[in-house]
């Protein structure tokens, strides 16, 4: 019998594995500059989020957009590479760990793409690399926090920032955005 220590140890080894496999090995682009995405051949779409999906159950909102923020234009390929994801979800390293990665999964489905914050990244990264690096394994270049945009009011910010917008009265414009699409859900 393996023991939950080693377990995790081989499904973080895997996960790690798959990310460095997954990750370009280079690359200059950033998230506030993929405006090209709009040229695709395909234009976005609304979806379900599948429940095969597990990575972004419960995450708050049922639709995403596809092609999501990682250029994945088939569910299948998303609940694919997402599925790789769980274990470093699972072991806990940040409260925000879902939250960043779902938005670039299974992004909430609105008009525009809206994409995490840097400050999100950043505290995700801080709170996950020191995991990822027990395996031997780096951050991966897709998730390089530089390509995400500057905290503003148009990217998702961590639970943290929320919180202390909402008390102190701010409401976030993505943030309405997320709630319309979610009631708009609920009427049909």
Known sequence: MISNGLTVKIKMSKLLLIILTLSPLTTSATFADWSILGARDREPICLPIPTNLTLCHAIGYTKMRLPNLLEHDTLQEVSQQASSWVPL????????????????????????????????????????????????????????????????DMCIASREVRESQQQSGVVVKADKEEQNENNAGKKH
Not at 95 to 119: G, M
Request: hydrophobic fraction near 35%; charge should be negative.
């Open 89 to 152: 979800l699972n072991v806990g390293c940040h409260e925000d760990t879902q939250l960043f990665l779902c938005s670039l999964f299974a992004p909430v489905c609105v008009d525009r793409p809206i994409y995490p914050c840097r400050s999100l990244c950043n505290k995700v990264k801080a709170g996950c690399e020191g995991t990822m690096g027990k395996y031997g394994f780096p951050w991966p270049s897709m998730l390089d926090c530089d390509k995400f945009p500057v905290d503003n």
